[in-house]
């Protein structure tokens, strides 16, 4: 079981995609908060100031890359784990140039319990 009051931000548009991956990772005694799109997951972020955030990279009104690079301007260094079905390496790169404190995974490579154990090894122990 994962520390309590670690909070997680899940910035995804795929509402099913999004419900489960809540629902998982609060069994797993993370707080989670959500957004649906790039605007408010902007906004969530910096009001929540989660200890990791997970990211879809397509999203309406601002993507996951444009996202995560105002959060940087802005200043802020939680580690971004992108989940996206974008396997291209223009995509991986941009996404990986963001911060040296990202990780890129491929939603059709990987299952829902793959991404939680993925979390708690790559993250848990920094945040």
Known sequence: MAEKN???VIVEDSKDYLLVITENLTKEGFSVVT??????????ILEEKPDLILSDISMPKMDGIEMSKKL???????AIMFLTNLND???????IEVSANTDYVIK????????????????????
Not at 72 to 78: F, I, N, P, S
Not at 108 to 118: F, H, K, L, P, Y
Request: proline share 0%; hydrophobic share 40%.
């Open 6 to 8: 670690k909070k997680i």
């Open 72 to 78: 940087r301007e802005a200043g802020v260094k939680t």
């Open 108 to 127: 059709s490579d990987i299952t829902v319990e793959g991404i939680i154990e993925r979390v708690k090894e790559k993250f848990v122990a920094k945040i």
């Open 89 to 95: 390496l223009k995509h991986i790169s941009d996404a």
């Open 35 to 44: 957004a649906e799109d790039g605007e408010e997951g902007l906004k969530v």
